[in-house]
């Protein structure tokens, strides 16, 4: 699995941003995927995860109701929507991918991180 993440950019608040994770590899079909962010001056943080089939997800409450986690295997790909965006979403976005096909808050078993991306959300 190697991961690569894209779409982040500059948006005024109340905006949108969808975010892609892509395995180049093509290998993360059997995998959970969680996006976190990084906030400057802030710990890492989880915001949203989803199963390896799309099954499951699980979102963050500071996000919860703006935010949607989606894959698409056949794509390689897994995708966060972000809708309605606040100053408080400014930071690096990064996805990782577990080594497990289900992710549970707390796992730190990942097979592989992406580069991260930045967003920015102006008030």
């Known amino acids: 699995v190697q991961l690569q993440a894209f779409g982040g950019g500059l948006v005024q608040a109340g905006g949108s941003l969808r975010l892609s994770c892509v395995d180049s590899r093509r290998t993360f079909s059997n995998n959970a995927v969680i996006w976190f962010r990084q906030a400057p001056g802030k710990e890492r943080e989880f915001v949203a995860a989803?199963?390896?089939?799309?099954?499951?997800?699980d979102y963050a409450d500071s996000v919860k109701g703006r935010f949607t986690i989606s894959r698409d295997n056949a794509k390689n790909t897994v995708y966060l929507q972000m809708n309605s965006l606040e100053p408080e979403d400014t930071g690096i976005y990064f996805c990782?991918?577990?080594?497990?096909?289900?992710?549970?808050?707390?796992?730190?078993?990942?097979?592989?991180w992406g580069q991260g991306t930045l967003v920015t959300v102006s008030s």
């Open positions: 990782a991918a577990s080594r497990f096909s289900y992710y549970t808050r707390g796992q730190a078993n990942f097979a592989s």
């Open positions: 989803i199963s390896w089939s799309g099954g499951m997800t």
